[in-house]
């Protein structure tokens, strides 16, 4: 019965219907299964099929869409229940678009799947400066600084940010990416990471965390 409840919240999360999402999580909550595999069995798990489908191109943007906005009404059940039961998320991020960038469709899209694999993403929105980063790491204890660009002009700023971490001496990991960036970029800024899509950061954040 709890794996028939599990796959039907996969499923309808697949397909972005929020209120079915939702109902069904109030009633496996009620059927106390388990708040961590809900979230791990049901919301996590239906978003990595979503993720792999947008990587492979059998589904866009709009459908990532929905299936986050589903996830999200998932989420607003869990959420008490999961503090409650003391379930941690699997690490802190904090991400944001580089200074003078405003563009936020595609960092808003790794978000949404960091958060769907299980992170707890702090999102600084978007033109953020490089002092924001290193503060919010120090301040909320952020393991990974994830940095997106979409303009040529404001790639220089990821360096920047970079180089500030490195002599603040605070630790952290970074991810970077955006259209314009490229893995050899990545490499030559000295950033920890890069992906080219928001279903890769999650492979590429968990990684430099197991590391
Ligand atoms: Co702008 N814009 N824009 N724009 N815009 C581009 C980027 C551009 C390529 C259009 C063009 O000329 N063909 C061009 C950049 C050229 C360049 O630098 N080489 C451009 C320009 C020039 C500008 C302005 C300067 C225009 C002007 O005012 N003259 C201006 C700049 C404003 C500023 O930022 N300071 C500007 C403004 C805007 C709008 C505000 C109108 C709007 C942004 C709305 C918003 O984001 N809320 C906009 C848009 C929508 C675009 C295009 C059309 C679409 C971008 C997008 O959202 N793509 C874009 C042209 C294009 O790409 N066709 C363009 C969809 C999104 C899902 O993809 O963000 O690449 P993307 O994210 C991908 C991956 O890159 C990756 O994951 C996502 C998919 O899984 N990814 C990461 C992204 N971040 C990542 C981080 C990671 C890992 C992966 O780890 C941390």
């Not at 028939?4 to 999580?25: R, T």
């Not at 489908?53 to 589904?59: A, I």
């Not at 229940?81 to 563009?103: E, F, P, S």
Request: proline residues 2%; positive net charge.
């Amino acid at each position: 019965m709890s794996a028939e409840l599990l796959n039907s919240i996969k499923e309808n999360l697949m397909k972005g219907k929020a209120n079915d999402v939702k109902n069904l999580c109030e009633q496996a909550v009620k059927e106390k299964i388990p708040v961590g595999k809900i979230l791990s069995d049901g919301l996590i798990a239906a978003m990595a099929i979503i993720g792999e489908k947008f990587k492979n191109n059998q589904v866009y943007v709009p459908e990532v869409l929905i299936a986050a906005r589903a996830m999200n009404s998932g989420m607003a059940v869990l959420k008490p229940h999961l503090k409650a039961a003391d379930v941690k998320a699997k690490g802190i991020v904090c991400i944001g678009t580089v200074k003078g960038d405003l563009h936020d469709i595609g960092k808003n899209l790794v978000r949404m799947m960091l958060e769907g694999a299980g992170y707890e993403v702090i999102d600084l929105g978007v033109n953020v400066e490089p002092q924001k980063f290193i503060d919010t790491v120090k301040e909320k204890k952020a393991q990974v600084i994830a940095m997106s660009a979409l303009l040529t002009t404001t790639m220089g700023s990821m360096k920047t940010t970079i180089d500030a971490l490195k002599t603040s001496g605070v630790k952290a990991k970074t991810i970077v990416g955006g259209a314009p960036l490229t893995d050899s970029f990545a490499k030559e800024i000295g950033a920890d990471g890069y992906a080219a899509d928001a279903a890769s950061a999650v492979d590429v954040v968990n990684k430099l965390l197991a590391a």
